[in-house]
Structure formats: C-alpha cells, structure tokens
C-alpha cells in the first residue's frame, strides 16, 4: 500500500465527522468534552480539527487519539457550522 492510499482510506474514514478526543492523551485534554469537527485529513496522517474556537488543530487520526460522536449528537453539541463566521459584536 502507498502513501497516497493510506492517505486516501484515513480521509474516507474521518473526514466531516464530529469527534471527540481521548482525553487519556496528556496533551488533549484541555479538549475534553469538546465536539469537534474533523476538516480535513492531511498527508501526515493527521487530522484538521475544528474544535468551535476560531482556531483548528491537528491531531493524529487514528481511534487511539479521536473518537467518532454519533451524528445526531454531534449536530446537537457542535455549536459553529463554519468557524469563518463573522460575529458582529466583536467586529466594529
């Protein structure tokens, strides 16, 4: 198997769905609890993660970092749809 097909199989699998992480890794526990949105899955392995905050990050994609949260859920707990929106209280 190639790069470009483990590439390609991590994507299918991850990619547009709402995650949480496992929040037994150290280093991601301040997204505890958070839904996030996986955006993309890039050539590192890694996915893009929009966890509602402006800003997204990369997290290993694999069952041992994120967990998949059940659509319905997800819908109901994921609060921005486009972390791009504008929020005219902050903007003059």
């Known amino acids: 198997?190639?790069?470009f097909t483990k590439y390609?199989?991590?994507r299918t699998h991850w990619l547009d769905q709402f995650v949480k992480v496992n929040d037994n890794r150290p280093e991601l526990k301040r997204f505890?609890?958070?839904v996030g949105r996986v955006v993309t899955v890039n050539?590192?392995?890694r996915a893009?993660?929009?966890f509602q905050d402006g800003a997204w990050y990369d997290i290993p994609a694999s069952?041992?970092?994120l967990q998949k949260v059940d659509a319905t859920e997800g819908?109901?707990?994921y609060k921005n749809t486009n972390?791009?929106?504008l929020i005219p209280e902050k903007q003059g």
Do not use: C, P, T, W
Request: aromatic share 4%; net charge negative.
């Open 1 to 3: 198997m190639d790069r």
């Open 8 to 10: 390609d199989e991590l």
């Open 32 to 34: 505890a609890g958070v």
């Open 43 to 45: 050539y590192n392995g």
């Open 48 to 50: 893009i993660v929009d």
């Open 63 to 65: 069952d041992e970092h």
């Open 75 to 77: 819908q109901a707990k």
């Open 83 to 85: 972390s791009a929106q």
